[in-house]
């Protein structure tokens, strides 16, 4: 059974910045990618940043470049969003994925990742 749970969000002023985990089990990580996915009320979930297992190549949507980074651990068992400079833009929940994009240009398509978390609501003031 594959499990994907999210942790850190949290509230924060604008500037600052928060960790997010997601910890994965019951998944074959080769040929995996790995995703964080927002959504606030009222918007489409768009894709934030996304590493493949295989190669470890990471990509990060221009909206939040420069401002969020993704990585994993040694272990390769949990991936993380560091997030700074954070804007009230950023509000939103956060959700961590995993799937197998098709082709690289898919890798921000929501519909490309078979399992999700629960989310983990992220709310920056001004």
């Known amino acids: 059974q594959v499990q994907l749970v999210e942790s850190g969000g949290g509230s924060v002023q604008a500037g600052g910045s928060l960790s997010l985990s997601c910890a994965a089990s019951g998944l074959t990580y080769a040929g995996n990618c790995f995703g964080w996915f927002r959504q606030a009320p009222g918007k489409e979930r768009d894709g934030v940043a996304v590493?493949?297992?295989?190669?470890?190549?990471?990509f990060t949507a221009d909206s939040v470049k420069g401002r969020f980074t993704i990585s994993r651990d040694n272990t390769k068992t949990t991936v993380y969003l560091q997030m700074n400079s954070l804007t009230p833009e950023d509000t939103a929940m956060y959700y961590c994925a995993a799937g197998a994009p098709r082709e690289w240009e898919y890798r921000f398509d929501a519909s490309e990742y078979k399992y999700w978390g629960q989310g983990t609501q992220v709310t920056v003031s001004s």
């Open positions: 590493i493949c297992y295989g190669s470890g190549v990471t």
